[in-house]
């Protein structure tokens, strides 16, 4: 499955913003749809993950502040992200996990991740 994510721009802080990442097929059947970002010069990290079940999982830097869903009829998955601040800046990108894991923590990492769309760029001023 290919992935594309849309949605990033340029708010200030305290803005809403809702990213997209359309699949290329129906998503019925990928395990986990997650997304990591990654601001300058520092390493690509978690944000959120769902897996197909409806269950989320979040980075505690963004717990309480962004959502994560996914819509499998219509291929897609969200990202709303809500009250952000200027250190959520980052290229995001989103990601597929076919496979099913049952190891806690392993759909928190990147390399869990079978396919991943181009990043979409936030940047938040203050």
């Known amino acids: 499955v290919q992935l594309q994510a849309s949605g990033g721009g340029v708010v200030q802080a305290g803005a809403s913003l809702r990213l997209s990442c359309k699949a290329s097929?129906?998503?019925?059947?990928?395990?986990?749809m997650g997304w990591f970002r990654q601001a300058p010069g520092k390493e690509r990290e978690f944000v959120a993950t769902?897996?197909?079940?409806?269950?989320?999982f979040y980075a505690d830097s963004v717990k309480g502040r962004f959502t994560v869903s996914r819509d499998d009829a219509k291929a897609m998955a969200y990202l709303q992200m809500a009250s952000l601040k200027p250190e959520d800046t980052a290229n995001y990108y989103c990601?597929?996990?076919?496979?099913?894991?049952?190891?806690?923590?392993?759909?928190?990492?990147?390399?869990?991740?079978?396919?991943w769309g181009q990043g979409t760029l936030v940047t938040v001023s203050s």
């Open positions: 990601a597929a996990r076919l496979r099913v894991s049952f190891t806690a923590g392993v759909i928190l990492r990147a390399d869990a991740y079978d396919e």
């Open positions: 097929a129906r998503t019925f059947g990928v395990y986990a």
């Open positions: 769902i897996t197909e079940g409806g269950t989320e």
